[in-house]
């Protein structure tokens, strides 16, 4: 169902991770994998895409192990769009992300939304609509311009205080058809502990394909899975998977 041997989302020194791209090659050899994907987090101001891009492809050329340039994009409009860096030549991923919750109004951290669901302005409910339809657009726009993966599903509404069981199903069966239409690969986090089985369980039933992703800031993070195998085992398990 799932490849252990690829880590499809990790984090070098030119963004938020800790580590230079030579040594979480290092660290991915030691750890047996046959396959990584870069996907440092850009925006529009991003000025470092082309020598992180350099720094890759050097290191492509001292390993085995299958290195894929890529890069995280939050998707920042109600249409979809997203914070796109100047120029996207290079890239083989792109990841995308939702941060702040797109409304026509502007855009809203997790802990606002929380609040306004606590003082009765939002609805849970609202906030899961607008969370899924505004990742429905993204994945379609990405998809346009590189092969996209899905970052930390749901990851929104979990830190605004949404569990994954309070999503209905006919929002995690829209979720993943507009992946399944549009291509796009469902990272299962290793560092958010996202999806849950429930979304993993939906994917595989809907033909959408699963990479495992450690979201490593730190080399020693590189391929270390233990929420992905106990997520996993548990959805491999149950008679739907079968």
Known sequence: MIDLSVDGHVHTAFSSGRDSVSVLVAAAEQAGLTEVTFADRVGPDTSWLPPYLASIQRAQQRTDVVLRRGVEVEAIGIDGWLAFPSDLNGLEVISVGIDRLPLPAGLLSPDAVRGLIDNGTMRA??????????????????????????????????????DESAVPDASIAELVEACRVNGTVIEISERHRLPGRRLVQACVEGGVRLVPASDAVRAGEVGVYRYVREIVTAVANTPAAA
């Open 125 to 162: 409910l609202d906030v899961i609509d607008q969370v899924v339809a505004v990742t429905g657009l993204a994945v379609e726009r990405v998809s346009r311009y590189a092969p996209t993966r899905l970052a930390r599903p749901l990851d929104f509404l979990a830190r605004a205080g949404i």
